[in-house]
Structures are given as C-alpha cells and as structure tokens.
C-alpha cells in the first residue's frame, strides 16, 4: 500500500510517499526555519501563509522523486493535530482534497504517533514493535515518557510541568546568540567544548523525585541569570562551555528518568522520537544506560527525527491496514493529545 503523507504542523511543509508504513520512496520537505530564524521563533501566521505557498510544489517534488504518477498512490494521508491551526489547515485541506478528487481513502494522523513511528521507518524493514514499548518523546512542544502495549494504546507516564525539551533548548540557545532551531546549534556549540576536560559549571536539574515529569524552566532560569551576570561584570560568556553544561544537565535527567521507567514498566524495548531525539549525545547516553539495563534502545535515523511527511505516513499505515477511515468533515485539531488507551 502506497501512502501520501502530508505534514505541516509547524513550520515544515512535507510530503512523502511511504510503502507499507517502512520503506520511503519520497521523503520531500520545505523548511521554512530560515524565515522564523530572525524571529528567534515561529510566527503563526507567517508560517500559515509559507505552507499555502510550498505544499503543492513539495507534493509534486515527491511524486517527482519516487518517479511516479498520481495513479500510483493507494491512500491519503495529513496531519491533523497537535500543531499550529493555520499551518494545520493547509496540509490537511490539501489531502482532503485530493483523497476526493481520485476517491481514495483518507486517514488523519496525531503529530505525536506519527513521532513515534519514525522508528519504524527504516531500510531494510525494521523488525515490529515489541510491546509494552517505552516511548521518550521530546521535541519542540512535548516532552513525555509514554507506555505503549499495543499499536494505538497510550499511557501518558510522565510530562513537562513547564517549558517542552526543545523549547528549552530554543530559549537558551537565544541566550547564548545562537541561531534558530537552537538544538542543533547548542550541540554544535557544545562539541567545540575539549572532549574530557571537565566543565568550569554545573547547571541544576529538576528531578520531581517520585514522578515521572520533567521541567525545563528553571534551567532556562539558571542560564539567564549566568548569561546577565556574566555580562554585567564586563565578562564574555563561554558559550561552548555553557551549551555542552546545558546539553549535559538535560541529557542527564531525560536519560536517568528514561532508564527508571523503562525498568519499573518493564519495557521490552524504549523508542526514542521527537526533533531532540536527533541529539548525538542524548543518543549516546540513552544507548550506554539502557545496554547496562540490558534493554534495547531504538531511535530513528537524525532526517527523520525532526519534522517530516514520512512520519505521517508511516504512522497512517498502521490505521489504514486495521481498515480505519476518516470522514472528509475532519477538522484539525491543534490541542490533540495522544489517545490514552
Ligand atoms: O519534532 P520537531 O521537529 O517539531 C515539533 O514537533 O516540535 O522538534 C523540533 C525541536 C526544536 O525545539 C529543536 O531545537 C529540537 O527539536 N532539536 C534538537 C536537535 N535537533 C532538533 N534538540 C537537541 N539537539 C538536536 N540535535
Ligand atoms: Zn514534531
């Protein structure tokens, strides 16, 4: 079954073509990061108005690099929450639209889910889930450890009482001057920190002890107040040593509160998902905690980490061999939340 993916949640335009929920045949994506960078941030609206303009050429770049025709494609599929409503309503318009014009079906998918699947999406076929599966998914909006049994049944175990992961890493990027999206500049700005030399800083972490939850505002704090403190004595902020003790701190209580509830659920495997998912050194410790728990750790490859239509359409995949089929009165839905089975 051939599926056409649509993503726009956000600030990234994607369509895709995907076969059988594993094997990418087109993976086409349109980022608008360029025209949000000078706002330090995503602009709502501005990032609506980019999406109207890039979702039909990106769905023709697909089509062009699988090298087929519109006759090829078995389903449609779109995004429909959690994201931005504008932006939303573009992708999923555009699916609708094209699902009715060929009479093919059409499938709406949760942002979140389709994160998760990513890990799924690999050449040669990944072998299939082994459940119950732990999910740490961290990006730009979420930060949650979630339980998942079977193909569709959720349980939120723990979540950000504040700012998300990646927006954490965001705001201190900005801090620091760095460009926009701050993950992949503070990890940047991090590796020119000396491997092995020990850090002048120590940056707190919140641990909620006894929860599975995280928080990332007081770290945030923490950085503002050294960044303005530092420059008030006429100083120059180590920014390579600030972005690697950030990085350090967080990467430190995602993977220890990571490692504490794979063991108590008994998790036969944890998948890694979400834009921070794509960090190396989040990766790296996740791998090395999780191999002396002896539990297998998955993530998907860093392209498909961030924002993509394949994603979507992996994730749509597994709805539409069930037989599931969404009505074309789908709205979006910007404030969905994973359905909790
Ligand atoms: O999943 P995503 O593309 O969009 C949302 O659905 O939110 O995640 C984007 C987030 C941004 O906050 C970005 O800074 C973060 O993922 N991110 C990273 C890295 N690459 C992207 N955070 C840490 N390290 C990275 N290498
Ligand atoms: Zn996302």
């Known amino acids: 079954m051939l599926v056409l993916g649509i993503e726009s949640s956000c600030d990234e335009t994607g369509a895709a073509l995907v076969r059988d ?24 609206e501005v990032a609506a108005r980019a999406q109207l303009t890039a979702v039909i050429p990106v769905i023709e770049t697909a089509l062009a690099q699988a090298g087929v025709g519109w006759g090829a494609i078995d389903a449609v599929a779109a995004t429909y929450g959690p994201g931005l409503a504008g932006p939303l309503l573009v992708g999923l318009t555009a699916a609708k639209t ?29 072998p299939d889930p082994r459940f119950p599966l732990l999910s740490l998914l961290v990006s730009g909006a979420h930060s949650e ?32 001057g760095l460009a926009y999206p701050g993950g992949p500049s503070i990890q940047r700005a991090a590796a020119a ?3 092995g030399q020990p850090l002048p800083l120590r940056l707190p972490r919140a641990w909620l002890k006894g929860t599975h939850d995280f928080s990332f505002s007081g770290i945030k704090t923490a950085v503002m107040q050294l960044v303005e403190r530092t420059r008030a004595q006429g100083a120059v902020v180590d920014v390579p040593a600030v972005a690697a003790a950030f990085q350090e701190a967080v ?18 495997e944890v998948a890694l998902a979400g834009g921070v998912a794509a960090n190396l050194a989040l ?8 191999q002396r728990a002896s539990i297998p750790l998955r993530y998907p490859p860093v392209a498909l980490c961030t924002d993509n239509a394949a994603m979507i359409a992996g994730a749509a995949y597994f709805h539409l061999a069930r037989g599931e089929r969404a009505d074309l009165t789908l709205d979006v839905q910007p404030g969905l939340a994973l359905p909790v089975g």
Do not use: C
């Open 251 to 268: 990467v430190d209580v995602l993977a220890t509160k990571t490692v504490a509830a794979a063991r108590t659920e008994g998790a036969a």
């Open 21 to 44: 929920g594993r094997v990418i045949l087109a993976n086409a994506l349109a980022s608008q990061a360029e025209v949000h960078a000078r706002y330090g941030g995503v602009v709502p």
């Open 283 to 290: 990766r790296a410790r996740l791998a090395r905690d999780l």
């Open 98 to 126: 094209i699902a009715f014009a060929r009479g093919l079906p059409f499938i709406g998918v949760n942002h979140l889910e389709a994160h998760i699947y990513a890990n799924w999406l690999a050449e040669p076929p990944a």
């Open 145 to 176: 450890l979630i339980v998942i049994r079977d193909h569709g049944d959720y349980r939120i175990l723990g979540q950000t009482r504040d700012d998300a992961a990646g927006e954490a890493f965001d705001k201190v990027a900005r801090l620091l």
């Open 193 to 195: 920190w000396p491997a």
